[in-house]
């Protein structure tokens, strides 16, 4: 059976702990400010976490390219030529068209490689919810998967992510085009704040409106403890836009409410965090189907 190599992309938040723990590497995409192009790096290279975010509250907006053809050329020749299958697992094609670019260079490549395979899959989430499917790709892969059956299981286990996420205002995805609702949830109230989904479809999606930041953080922790199964087998993820204090809190009412084996904290990259704005804080974790849509 051939070794299979783990790929996810800049929209997936996933740290150098995760990466290196599970042996997962990742096709990058691009940020632009003051038209100068930048790599969006997990490991924040380029901009610190503070600068990134201080940059856009001053008032500026990041804007952000999807993976390049070139980048998914570089990567996937690089494993395949070391007799890897690849598992791609890409952000929302509602957030970004990068599968659709993995998959066409895919298939030019494996014109190349005989025997090799390559699928890119449509992981229907995006930031950590993204991370999160490609760390449990990882995990088939090391107990004895193939690609094939990877891919399989992911398929399935991409509609169970639930994701809950608040931010200060929708402005910011509003500009960027990357959530779903209607005009008159985007007449922010004072003190009002939305809570975010990712829903059956892969749109971020606001489902609520909770009076007060303290309010909106503990409503995200409860609603993931209604919608989290077995949360002693898993790890519970929170992802933050530079608001590690907030965070820690998240951290603090998730041990006294949920069971779960472990919790990581990280921060929202570059290209979740040029949509979502600064200040976010989102939590994920596996559950049931997700089935809402609007």
């Keep these: 059976m051939r070794p299979v190599k783990i790929i996810t992309d800049s929209c997936s938040d996933l740290g150098r702990e995760l990466r290196e723990k599970y042996d997962i590497d990742y096709a990058r995409m691009m940020t632009v400010y003051n038209d100068k192009q930048q790599w969006a790096s997990l490991d924040f290279e380029y901009y610190s976490p503070k600068e990134l975010y201080d940059i856009m509250r001053a008032g500026n907006r990041i804007t952000t390219t999807q993976v390049p053809m070139e980048e998914f050329e570089r990567i996937f020749t690089h494993y395949l030529e070391k ?17 659709n670019a993995a998959a066409v260079a895919a298939r030019d490549l494996l014109s190349k ?26 995990e088939y892969r090391d107990a004895g998967d193939d690609a094939h059956g990877i891919n399989r299981k992911i398929l399935a286990d991409r509609n169970t992510v639930h994701q809950y996420c608040t931010v200060h205002s929708l402005d910011a995805l509003k500009r960027a085009g990357r959530v779903k609702a209607s005009s008159a949830f ?15 479809n892969g749109e971020q999606t606001p489902v609520k409106k909770v009076k007060g930041r303290r309010n909106s953080l503990t409503e995200i922790v409860n609603l993931l403890k209604e919608a989290v199964k077995e949360p002693e087998k898993q790890r519970i993820y929170i992802a933050h836009a530079d608001c590690t204090e907030e965070a820690e809190q998240v951290k603090s009412m998730i041990q006294e409410q949920i069971p779960c084996k472990d919790i990581y904290i990280g921060y929202i990259g570059p290209i979740i965090g040029a949509s979502i704005g600064p200040d976010a804080i989102a939590v994920f974790g596996f559950g049931d189907e997700v089935t809402y849509t609007v």
């Excluded at 985007?186 to 059956?200: E, R």
Aim: net charge negative; proline share 2%; with cysteine.
């Design 113 to 138: 490689y005989e025997g090799a395979s390559v699928y890119c899959i449509d992981s229907l989430n995006a930031c950590i919810g993204e991370g999160m499917l490609a760390v449990r790709a990882a």
């Design 83 to 99: 007799g890897f299958d690849i598992v791609y697992i890409g952000c929302s094609l509602k957030q970004s068209s990068s599968v």
């Design 186 to 200: 985007f007449g922010n109230l004072l003190g009002v704040k939305p809570i975010i989904i990712s829903d059956a």
